[in-house]
């Protein structure tokens, strides 16, 4: 399997740009996450899926932040629009299943710059 | 709620040093612990993980122990290399979701 695959890989924006992300979990994982990656406040988790259900969106940051899971084998992270203090590292993680044991397999990120 | 605290970076070593960062966790339940690892410009990897008390992860030289006494899961290894240098982060999984440590950067140098 080629792992978590995430689009694109850099992204530079202006300032009230729309962006969105975009996610591939590997095959056969019920369970989505998305998370952001920044120096003041370290990896903290945005919103999850499971089965294609978002099921804990208590980490979006705002109204600006949206996202979706159309099936089992793509998602997408919106934001709209968007601000400099959105400049951050996005990662999609998915796992096989939840539970104690459950790790997360992280795809390469995305670097986002708003200017 | 569940949080996990490791120790500050970065940490700066010479190639054969031992290397031991600490963490910490706080949680309700029993969670499994885990240390991952992130080398520049990619994401996290998983790199041990340790599902009860007393148990022992082991990967590329890393070890840590699932302490409940202490509520710890220190990271050592006893001999580092350069392609050690990396972002180390210790989690936990209390339920459905992993809570990260907030990072240490270690740099290892020849």
């Known amino acids: 399997d080629a792992g978590v695959i995430q689009s694109p890989r850099h992204e530079v924006t202006e300032m009230g740009q729309e962006v969105t992300l975009r996610c591939k979990p590997i095959?056969?994982?019920?369970?989505l996450f998305w998370y952001r990656q920044t120096m003041m406040r370290g990896l903290e988790l945005l919103i999850y899926f499971n089965n294609n259900v978002p099921i804990d969106d208590s980490g979006m940051p705002e109204d600006r932040f949206s996202a979706k899971m159309p099936n089992a084998s793509f998602s997408t992270l919106k934001i709209q629009p968007s601000e400099p203090r959105d400049s951050a590292v996005y990662f999609c993680a998915s796992s096989p299943y939840s539970g104690q044991n459950t790790e997360a397999f992280f795809g390469q990120g995305t670097r986002l710059t708003v200017v | 709620g569940d949080s996990v605290t490791q120790m500050e970076g970065p940490v700066t070593l010479s190639e054969e040093a031992c290397l031991t960062i600490?963490?910490?966790?706080?949680?309700?339940?029993?969670?499994?612990l885990f240390w991952y690892v992130q080398y520049p410009g990619e994401g996290l990897q998983l790199l041990l993980k340790?599902?009860?008390?007393?148990d022992k992860g082991s990967n590329k030289g890393f070890e840590a122990t699932y302490r409940k006494e202490t509520t710890s899961f220190h990271l050592e290894k006893g001999s580092v290399q350069v392609s050690d240098s990396a972002v180390y982060f210790c989690a936990l999984n209390d339920d459905y979701k992993l809570s990260f440590g907030a990072g240490t950067t270690v740099t290892v140098r020849a």
């Open positions: 095959s056969g994982h019920d369970y």
């Open positions: 600490n963490c910490t966790y706080t949680a309700t339940g029993y969670p499994s």
């Open positions: 340790a599902t009860k008390a007393d």
